[in-house]
């Protein structure tokens, strides 16, 4: 399936699994994804599944087991307040902006590498280097560099440079201790860069050029309805889901589906364009079938880091004459963890003689 959003001769093309998703089973509520595998469309039953049981911690994406290591709910939220609080800072001016900042190029790999660097920019490289996007080919790579790096001599002290995640990791001794140390910083600061450089690419990618009127809250809300980054919600069988809905056994897993709740065109009105307008009235916290930061009774504990970060970036961009490339013409969503297009190229527009 493709989506295009006139009048800026753009296409969206979503890899085939998510093509056929979209293409099969907008507008219906509960479906048979595979033989153990129930898939959710419906809002009203995706509330019911969602509030019937806090997630496990094995569902829970971001803080699941550590090489077997469990985070507590405790920690969990601990680790989250900390790197919350480097955010606040940096967006405080702890770190100051480099003048001219200059976010041209390939996204959401500029954007990205400039959230590393305003965010965490004081730590030290041995953690640092967990926020490459070229972790994210393997997990053994990932654990290879991180086994690496709780290796190596010289392991950082606390300092009032560093952010709060980085002293955390640095008050860890021994290697284990270091090596859990290194995968829960990971854990908690990539997916903060991760997200939302991937966000601010969607919304360029569904709505650039902007109307001048249209406020960066909108444009966000909107491209996470359209692209919601979080595409799915996993969750395990578990003896209450039956009781929900009579389709679902005993045995299925459940795959919650924003990505399709989002285009449901009961729902939405014009449900495949991108219109920021709509959030004029709509309140992200309670429109039927919005998730982009999971249910009402479980929301991702990021999502107020999300927002000022994205509204950062895109402030940054409508103010420096950046324009999309307007020789690309396609854009490409693959089938990640992460939805996004791939690729969004930025460049500093053409000059008028």
Request: with cysteine; charged share 25%.
């Amino acid at each position: 399936m493709t989506t295009s959003t006139p009048p800026r001769v753009r296409t969206t093309v979503f890899s085939p699994r998510l093509a056929a998703l979209i293409d099969d089973h907008v507008g219906q509520d509960v479906f048979r994804l595979e033989p153990d595998t129930i898939g959710i469309a419906g809002h009203e039953v995706a509330d019911r599944i969602l509030a019937a049981r806090r997630a496990t911690e094995a569902e829970r994406p971001t803080f699941k087991p550590l090489h077997g290591r469990s985070i507590s709910r405790t920690e969990a939220s601990t680790v989250t307040r900390t790197i919350g609080n480097d955010v606040r800072d940096a967006l405080k001016g702890a770190l100051p902006l480099p003048k001219d900042v200059d976010l041209s190029g390939p996204w959401p790999l500029t954007g990205h590498l400039f959230l590393r660097d305003l965010i965490l920019g004081r730590d030290p490289y041995r953690l640092r280097m967990l926020m490459s996007r070229n972790l994210e080919l393997t997990p053994k790579l990932t654990w290879s560099v991180i086994a690496l790096g709780a290796a190596l001599p010289g392991w950082p002290r606390p300092s009032d440079g560093r952010t709060g995640l980085a002293n955390r990791a640095a008050r860890a001794t021994g290697y284990q201790e270091r090596r859990y140390a290194m995968g829960v910083y990971r854990r908690a600061a990539a997916p903060v860069c991760f997200t939302v450089s991937t966000l601010v690419a969607n919304a360029l990618w569904l709505g650039a050029p902007f109307d001048e009127a249209t406020p960066n809250r909108n444009l966000i809300h909107e491209s996470l309805r359209l692209l919601p980054p979080s595409w799915n919600i996993l969750r395990n069988a578990s003896p209450e889901y039956p009781a929900v809905d009579g389709r679902i056994g005993e045995k299925d897993d459940v795959l919650l589906l924003p990505l399709l709740s989002h285009r449901d065109p009961a729902l939405w009105d014009g449900p495949d364009a991108f219109r920021p307008e709509r959030w004029d009235t709509l309140d992200p916290d309670t429109a039927p079938g919005y998730l982009p930061f999971g249910h009402s009774s479980e929301r991702c504990w990021g999502r107020h880091m999300v927002m000022p970060l994205a509204e950062l970036l895109l402030d940054l961009i409508r103010g420096s004459g950046l324009v999309l490339d307007p020789d690309q013409r396609v854009g490409k969503v693959p089938l990640l963890g992460l939805l996004g297009v791939e690729e969004v190229r930025l460049r500093k527009a053409a000059r008028v003689r």
